[in-house]
T-cell receptor
Framework: DAGVIQSPRHEVTEMGQEVTLRCKPI?????LFWYRQTMMRGLELLIYFNNNVPIDDSGMPEDRFSAKMPNASFSTLKIQPSEPRDSAVYFC?????????????FGQGTRLTVV | GQQVMQIPQYQHVQEGEDFTTYCNSS?????IQWYKQRPGGHPVFLIQ???SGEVKKQKRLTFQFGEAKKNSSLHITATQTTDVGTYFC???????????WGAGTKLIIKP
């Protein structure tokens, strides 16, 4: 398996533009997590899905952020409109706790810069 | 709410010295996991501890889970440049599989 795949790896956009980040989890994993990492705030959980259903979105900073998981192999995180304070590395991770192992497998992340 | 505290935030060591990071949870954990994130990289799973008082070793890395299953530590013996990065602990939130993360300890090798 290729692991968790995120795209794009880097995104530079202007303030006010819409940004869409993409994630393909590991096949067979039924949990998907979106994290944001900054120097100031560390690793923050934004939202997570179980079997494509959003379970907890309390970490989503505001209404400008939205996430979807239309099927088991694809998820998106959208920011509209983007602001400079959204600049961060966004990670997607997946897991399959039903096997007894609850560890998360991370993608390589998307480094977002909003100017 | 449920929290996992991790200290120290940074540790500067000379190559060859030992390194230790500590995690403390506000609640009893069913397990604790450790991850390593290299500079510019993503967190990578190292190990999971499940049993009270469990000790596991991976070469120069020793992981411990406290008797009360509320604290854990990672000790690296004789650090090498390849050990540079940030080490995170994480434990599952009560009743679901969401992980609660420590803030991480950054291992820095002095030049």
């Amino acid at each position: 398996d290729a692991g968790v795949i995120q795209s794009p790896r880097h995104e530079v956009t202007e303030m006010g533009q819409e940004v869409t980040l993409r994630c393909k989890p590991i096949s067979g994993h039924d949990y998907l997590f979106w994290y944001r990492q900054t120097m100031m705030r560390g690793l923050e959980l934004l939202i997570y899905f179980n079997n494509n259903v959003p379970i907890d979105d309390s970490g989503m900073p505001e209404d400008r952020f939205s996430a979807k998981m239309p099927n088991a192999s694809f998820s998106t995180l959208k920011i509209q409109p983007s602001e400079p304070r959204d600049s961060a590395v966004y990670f997607c991770a997946s897991s399959r706790p039903g096997t007894g192992r609850t560890e998360a497998f991370f993608g390589q992340g998307t480094r977002l810069t909003v100017v | 709410g449920q929290q996992v505290m991790q200290i120290p935030q940074y540790q500067h060591v000379q190559e060859g010295e030992d390194f230790t990071t500590y995690c403390n949870s506000s609640t009893t954990l069913s397990n604790i996991q450790w991850y390593k994130q290299r500079p510019g990289g993503h967190p990578v799973f190292l190990i999971q501890l499940v049993k009270s008082g469990e000790v596991k070793k991976q070469k120069r890395l020793t992981f411990q889970f406290g008797e009360a299953k509320k604290n854990s530590s990672l000790h690296i013996t004789a650090t090498q440049t390849t050990d540079v990065g940030t080490y995170f602990c994480a434990g599952p939130r009560d009743s679901n599989y969401q992980l609660i993360w420590g803030a991480g300890t950054k291992l820095i090798i002095k030049p």
